[in-house]
């Protein structure tokens, strides 16, 4: 095949935002070509230099040889279907698609016979006296191609056509364009950000991102063997996985050695492990090559997305006591306060201050008749740097005054030398309106156990996705529960056809073609 | 819906009695003869009768009519390119281009037309220049160039910002389209700019062709005394001759004309937006 369009270090910038940075690609004759990517990556800028809409601060545009960069559009042997048509509104139907060819100056018979021909190709061919602002969205769209494919171009460019149609028609021009492409026998090169439409439609997907170009390759390469972990999660949901490549063909994950396809990595490399939801069987326990719990299922219309849990993450547990106290009432200035007793870990000690107490505390004062909060003015109390239980008053301007227990432990922290993470959280009180009126209660359990996990390794923050109890907080009475918070431990996303109920054992199984491996940090 | 529609009534009784009521008693002065009272009118139709028969009212017409027509043509044969420039320049230019074409209209038309007589008149400012550059006096004051002037002036701003408005709606994809199917700017523009300014350009040939027409003292100032365009014919007979019977008479044949003149622009329109210049 030839080479018909060469983009040479094309760089743009906007206002002094670099939009493309110094993107090479080469386009073959007859290819069905996809530039991918999230809005804002460069795609739509790289197509519209390609039609001659914009000029390139730096770098060439080479099309059959020559040098285009400099080109008017109107010069090129390219044609556009744009965004949102710009269908000419005062044309009909006909006249639109003949517009090209009534500037070139055809003879009339000629061009009655080429429009003719292409309304036909599109399926329109009883529609040329209809204004084009009568037509739906999709009749448009096939009248912008034939009015693009009319001129017989050696290039058409679609930007992101089919992004104004409902699923069902999208789905429908999928096949049409596809259909279109292979009687024409023309270069397509097709702007979108759905990966699944680059999947279905091209010979050849750009992967873009940020403006520049990720990956290059077919459909089955781009998503089975994805270059990097930002390619995986954008062409489809993956489970990318830590893993340590022993040698060639052969990665250990989850302790585990599995056999693969893969080579060419350094002995004992740490690599992303990617298998692919539909990859993945769901077997009973004994058969499998992990074992999990399913924690999820979620139908998706053709299939159930069940998400299996082969490890669990870091947790902690801690206890929340639950009371019934009122608040204080001082019916003389009509005030009313309220406070907690909080646990306080004794390395916080030396740099508590009054608004952390009175956080902590959640001391709060306020008018008994319009609720206005009122100011704290002294928190008073008596620290030592040893375990024990210590009284802090709080009082207002009024004089209205409460006090609770500062109650001063040992670390309470969990670490995993697994995921090389650690978690603390501390026991609380709590009361029981105050848990029946939270808005997100798993929020703020976090907060008010003051719950927090990070990584051993750069001290980043490390989500806490579950928090786990087993009250019912609409009808919580006072007493001690438990309250445990976790880390996202090792999950699988697996698409299955069978049903299975969350909690179920099961196990695993892929084979070692399933396994995709990528260099960490790829991106 | 229905508790604004009593905020309407005021507006009904405005239109009723300061539109509706008027062009009532137009066709009934005109429609009846002079010295009618309120109890005994006697139709007629003596007044268009006398009209029609007398040629120097139907020159008046003729001469009333060429002359919007000629005024309307300049306007926009000016007009359109001022506005496209207008469309092309920045943001900034804009904004000042379009105050400077409407800062004129801020001062009262009268004024600014007596400030014309100043200019053109026999020991105004173009004649005395001429004079410095050794030409003769040119009777500039009291011709049809006078009055053409003045109206042109007076009214294309209107054509103007009509254009403006309908260029700067026009979505520039389509340009990029067109570029892209091999026309170059003048074919574009051709094919594209101009039939979807059309609009526009009608609704700009209705604003300067109306008021032009029935103008009496742009004629009366620029054109001299007896300058006579239809619009001084109506003005006379109501205030000087006390005929309000003709007078109204005049008005409503005046009133037939610019219905049709806007029946056929709507018309025009209408087509416009089905088959445009592309044929």
Redesign the interface.
């Known amino acids: 095949m030839r080479k018909l369009i060469q983009f040479k270090n094309i760089v743009k910038e906007f206002d002094g935002q670099l939009v493309l940075k110094g993107i090479n690609l080469d386009i073959y004759e007859n290819e069905f070509v996809t530039l991918l990517g999230p809005s804002g990556c460069g795609k739509t800028t790289l197509l519209r230099i390609l039609g001659g809409f914009l000029t390139p601060d730096e770098g060439q545009v080479i099309f059959d040889n020559e040098d285009i960069t400099q080109l008017p559009p109107y010069k090129r042997e390219i044609n556009t279907v744009f965004q949102k048509y710009a269908l000419f509104p005062h044309l009909n139907v006909y006249e639109n698609v003949a517009f090209g060819l009534t500037i070139k100056k055809e003879p009339k018979d000629v061009i009655q016979q080429k429009v003719m021909r292409m309304l036909k190709l599109v399926g329109l061919e009883d529609y040329g006296e209809r204004k084009v602002t009568e037509m739906s969205g999709g009749q448009q769209q096939r009248v912008a191609i034939a009015r693009a494919l009319v001129n017989e171009p050696m290039v058409l460019l679609l930007d992101e056509p089919l992004g104004a149609l409902d699923l069902k028609m999208r789905k429908e021009m999928q096949h049409e364009l596809k259909k279109i492409q292979k009687e024409v026998g023309i270069t397509f090169v097709f702007v979108t950000h759905d990966q699944e439409e680059a999947l279905t439609m091209s010979d050849k997907i750009v992967v873009m991102k940020d403006g520049g170009i990720q990956q290059i390759g077919s459909p089955t390469d781009i998503y089975n063997e994805p270059v990097n972990e930002y390619v995986a999660k954008f062409i489809g949901e993956s489970n990318i996985i830590d893993g340590v490549m022993v040698k060639d063909e052969e990665v250990i994950f989850e302790d585990k050695h599995f056999a693969c396809l893969d080579k060419g990595f350094a002995p004992n490399e740490k690599v992303d492990v990617v298998i692919r939801p539909e990859d993945l069987d769901i077997v009973p326990k004994e058969n499998g090559k992990l074992k999990g719990i399913v924690k999820s299922v979620l139908f998706k219309g053709v299939h159930y997305e069940t998400i299996v849990e082969t490890r669990a993450g870091t947790s902690i547990t801690v206890q929340m006591r639950v009371s019934e106290d009122k608040p204080v009432v001082n019916t003389e200035a009509n005030e009313m306060m309220s406070a907690n007793d909080f646990y306080l870990d004794i390395s916080d000690i030396d740099e508590l201050t009054d608004s952390d107490i009175i956080a902590r505390a959640n001391a709060q004062a306020w008018d008994a008749k319009t609720e206005d909060w009122i100011s704290i003015n002294k928190v008073e109390y008596n620290i030592e740097p040893a375990n024990g239980t210590y009284p802090v008053t709080f009082s207002t301007q009024a004089g209205t005054m409460i006090s609770a227990n500062m109650i001063v432990r040992d670390v309470n922290r969990i670490v995993s030398k697994e995921y090389q993470e650690e978690i603390f959280a501390v026991n609380f009180f709590q009361k029981v309106d105050e848990i029946k009126e939270s808005m997100a209660l798993d929020t703020d359990l976090k907060t008010w156990a003051n719950a927090s996990a990070w990584s051993l390794e750069d001290d980043s923050a490390v989500e806490i996705t579950e928090v786990v109890y087993d009250f019912d907080p609409e009808n919580i009475e006072p007493g001690v529960y438990d309250v445990t918070f976790k880390t996202e431990g090792y999950e699988y996303m697996v698409d299955t056809t069978d049903r299975y109920e969350v909690g179920d054992e099961v196990g695993l199984l892929f084979g070692p073609e399933d396994i995709h491996i990528m260099k960490k940090g790829g991106y | 819906m229905k508790q604004f529609r009593s905020m309407a009534y005021p507006y009904v009784f405005w239109i009723n009695v300061m539109i509706v009521v008027p062009m009532l008693m137009i066709v009934m002065y005109a429609f009846t003869q002079k010295g009618n009272d309120v109890v005994t009118f006697r139709l007629t139709l003596d007044n268009f009768i006398y009209f029609f028969s007398d040629p120097i009212f139907v020159s008046v017409l003729k001469n009333s009519l060429v002359i919007a027509v000629v005024t309307t043509v300049i306007c926009i044969f000016l007009g359109y390119p001022m506005a496209y420039l207008i469309s092309q320049a920045s943001d900034r230019w804009k904004v000042i281009l379009v105050l400077l074409i409407t800062v004129p209209m801020w001062i009262n038309m009268l004024v600014r037309t007596y400030a014309w007589v100043g200019i053109l008149q026999e020991n105004g400012i173009i004649n005395n220049l001429l004079g410095l550059m050794g030409i003769g006096l040119v009777k500039l004051l009291n011709t049809d160039f006078a009055v053409i002037l003045g109206m042109v002036y007076n009214f294309i701003p209107f054509m103007i910002l009509q254009i403006y408005t309908a260029l700067s709606k026009m979505?520039p994809?389509?340009l990029?389209?067109?570029?892209?199917?091999?026309?170059?700017k003048v074919?574009s523009f051709l094919?594209?700019t101009l039939?979807?300014s059309l609009p526009g350009v009608l609704s700009g040939i209705t604003l300067v062709f109306l008021p032009a027409v029935s103008s009496f003292f742009i004629p009366k100032l620029l054109g001299g005394g007896q300058y006579v365009l239809i619009g001084n014919v109506i003005e006379s007979q109501f205030l000087i001759s006390g005929n309000w019977n003709f007078g109204s008479a005049i008005s409503l044949i005046m009133a037939v004309i610019i219905m049709i003149s806007m029946y056929i622009t709507k018309k025009v329109d209408r087509e416009?937006?089905?088959?445009?210049?592309?044929?």
């Open positions: 979505d994809s389509y990029e389209a067109a570029s892209d199917l091999g026309a170059n074919e094919r594209i039939p979807l416009g937006q089905s088959k445009g210049g592309v044929r």
